[in-house]
């Protein structure tokens, strides 16, 4: 199989894997997650002028068979409204590290105030011709958003 529609395939399957993934703070139907493996959100996020929003936090996983990466997304009044906030690469070595992504809302403007974060510690593992993810670890934190 090329690698293109495998990796489409790949990115399907880890996509529907994500929506069934269930209730903030809860770990997906069917994922077992360490107890040792930890997500967290600073109760603050920035808002730049220029309309691009910055969360941050720490985490700590241990070893995995595949690339691991921290997520997160910010909703705001509507809470079936997210928005994808930036990514990265997470080294699972046991130690707690900080995790920072920055992104830009694509539809709706945020505004300074009251909102919620989710922030996903998330593995792609190889099954086959496949990468499957692998929820290492899955917060949810409500957050103030400043102008700064």
Known sequence: MPLRPALVTALGAAALLCAAAGPAGAAPAGTVTDPSETV????????????????????????????VFISSSVSQGDS????GIGGGLARCDGAEHR??????????????????????????????????????????????????
């Open 80 to 83: 079936r409204v997210r928005h």
């Open 99 to 148: 995790w920072e992504n920055s992104g830009q809302v694509s539809s709706e403007v945020l505004n300074a105030g009251a909102a919620h974060v989710e922030a996903t510690l998330t593995e792609l593992r190889p099954t086959g011709f496949l990468l499957l993810p692998a929820f290492h670890a899955v917060t949810g934190q409500d957050v103030t958003l400043v102008q700064g």
């Open 40 to 67: 967290t959100v600073d109760t603050v996020g920035r808002l730049a002028s220029d309309g691009s929003v910055t969360l941050s936090g720490t985490y700590r996983c241990a070893g995995g068979t595949g690339p």
